[in-house]
């Protein structure tokens, strides 16, 4: 079997369980990054001997069970960086790309504290560390295990240790870390009852503790969040939101006085949202 064979069988098997391009991205980047066969030099190469039957046969057992490809081979892109991934932390969004672009968009001097809160993986605080390099950044999760990846992340990624990380339950503590700017989290959102239509690949492989809130309050993440930083010098918060819950929110913070402003992703969902005393 050729290597432009072995490509277009993985693909094929991978497109009876996933929509096409998908599964296109998914060969892509399983021949690049598992078997080194770059997109650049992979039309050279393709009449060559592909020796990693066993391997690709593997790797398809994994994914026909809607594994996440990313848990598979350990990493993924967040904001051109390499992230570490595991199954105790969410895998990052495109659309947490954009909340990142309108941060930047927003913030052109380097904000003194900066705080993430839910970091998870730790890719929205590691992209802003990357960007504001003199920032003194906090980020903070509940889980222990997901605190671990992050540390582990930056430190492959800047060989530091500079960022704050700590465990913190934002629905119980109070906040007794140095005073933020600007506060980001994209924090748990999903109500059980949507579980039935989400993907197979989330629900059976992503820590329900990142992505599930209760029933009976699917914004109690963002109202602790709020009143944690509800004074006098309030930060500008960031949030991604659940776009069937934006409007809710909106209310809420109307409801306190704040300023708020919601945005779309790149699909028309309302799905991000900044928020303060007095915005400018």
């Known amino acids: 079997m050729t290597n432009q064979s072995a490509f277009n069988f993985f693909k094929e098997q991978l497109i009876l369980f996933y929509p096409e391009t998908e599964a296109k991205a998914m060969a892509e980047i399983v021949f690049e990054d598992v ?7 992979f039309s050279n190469i393709l009449d060559k001997e592909f020796n990693e039957n066993e391997k690709l046969n593997k790797l398809l057992k ?19 960086l390499k992230i570490n991934i595991n199954p105790d932390v969410l895998i990052p969004r495109p659309e947490t790309e954009e909340l990142l ?74 906040w007794h870390f140095e005073w933020p700017d600007i506060v980001i989290s994209n924090p748990p959102y999903i109500a059980a009852s949507e579980s039935s239509k989400m993907n197979k690949n989330v ?14 309050d699917v914004l109690i993440f963002y109202k602790s969040i ?8 309030m930060p500008v918060i960031y949030f991604e939101l659940n776009p069937l819950t934006a409007k809710d929110l909106s209310l809420y913070c109307e ?26």
């Open 62 to 80: 994994r994914l026909k069970t809607y594994e996440p490809l990313q848990h598979i081979i350990g990493f993924t892109f967040f904001k051109g």
């Open 35 to 41: 078997f080194g066969l770059s997109k650049s030099a």
């Open 101 to 174: 672009d309108w941060i930047l968009e927003d913030t052109k001097e380097t904000p003194k504290i900066i705080a993430d809160i839910c970091t998870g993986s730790g890719c929205i605080v590691l992209a802003l560390k990357k960007h504001y390099k003199l920032a003194n950044c906090i980020a903070t999760d509940v889980s222990e295990k997901a605190l671990e990846t992050a540390k582990k992340n930056e430190k492959q990624l800047f060989n530091t240790s500079e960022i704050k990380f700590a465990k913190h339950n934002c629905l119980q503590e109070e």
């Open 226 to 233: 709020i009143q944690l930083f509800f004074k006098q010098k």
């Open 203 to 216: 629900l059976a492989f992503e820590p329900h503790l990142a992505l599930f809130a209760p029933e009976n």
């Open 255 to 280: 409801e306190l006085g704040l300023s708020i402003l919601l945005k779309e992703d790149m699909y028309g969902k309302l799905r991000f949202a900044k928020l303060g005393h007095n915005m400018g």
